[in-house]
């Protein structure tokens, strides 16, 4: 009766062992697809820039610098090595498409120009794909670390190599709350 007992406990905790260990394959798997599906979108951003860049350069003679910063940045995304180096980059150039877009403002020309609408519009599209897959990431990254860090699941995932993942945060300029200003202007003395 006693070897039953055993035996029984020894299959559970391979059943436990095994379900735990899968469910964290999952987990993982899942981190690593939600961050393909930012890299597509990226992708597809840094596929559009030079073209807008191209478009707009003709109207915008005074602002070389920031098609530079812009080009240069995507240029660092393309071609960084590491993940948290890109994540970086593609801050940097999330900043320089947002300068870029306020400058483009200033040229009434460009607001009429349909090719630089076509692209602003698709880049516009691309970037709230990329808030898409960045808050899905996110979202497994959470699933992830929660799954790693609590008890009993932590003794697997230590022993079987399993690591928190990092989460894809928002650029400081994105994260800086605008002032918002109500007044109607200097009031009146009665």
């Known amino acids: 009766m006693g070897s039953w007992?055993?035996?029984?406990?020894?299959?559970?905790v391979a059943l436990y062992l095994t379900l735990?260990?899968?469910s964290l394959v999952r987990m993982?798997?899942?981190v690593?697809?939600?961050?393909?599906?930012?890299?597509v979108q990226l992708r597809r951003r840094h596929d559009l820039i030079p073209n807008l860049v191209d478009s707009v350069k003709g109207y915008m003679q005074f602002e070389r610098n920031t098609l530079t910063q812009v080009i240069e940045a995507r240029n660092r995304a393309v071609d960084a090595p590491t993940q948290e180096v890109r994540l970086q980059a593609e801050n940097q150039l999330t900043a320089g498409l947002?300068?870029?877009f306020a400058?483009?403002?200033?040229?009434?020309?460009?607001k009429a120009d349909e090719n630089v609408l076509q692209l602003q519009e698709q880049l516009t599209t691309t970037e709230n794909q990329i808030a898409f897959a960045r808050q899905a990431y996110n979202d497994a990254v959470l699933e992830l670390n929660n799954r790693i860090e609590t008890f009993p699941?932590?003794?697997?995932?230590?022993?079987?190599?399993?690591h928190p993942a990092d989460y894809?945060?928002?650029?400081?300029?994105?994260?800086?709350?605008?002032?918002?200003?109500?007044?109607?202007g200097t009031p009146r003395a009665s």
Request: no cysteine; hydrophobic share 50%.
């Open 153 to 162: 699941a932590n003794i697997v995932a230590n022993q079987f190599g399993f």
């Open 98 to 100: 947002g300068r870029l």
């Open 32 to 39: 690593q697809n939600a961050w393909r599906q930012i890299d």
């Open 168 to 184: 894809f945060q928002a650029p400081v300029e994105e994260q800086i709350v605008p002032k918002v200003d109500l007044s109607l």
């Open 103 to 110: 400058l483009m403002e200033n040229y009434p020309q460009l």
């Open 20 to 22: 735990a260990y899968n």
């Open 5 to 12: 007992i055993i035996i029984g406990i020894i299959v559970l």
């Open 28 to 30: 993982r798997n899942s």
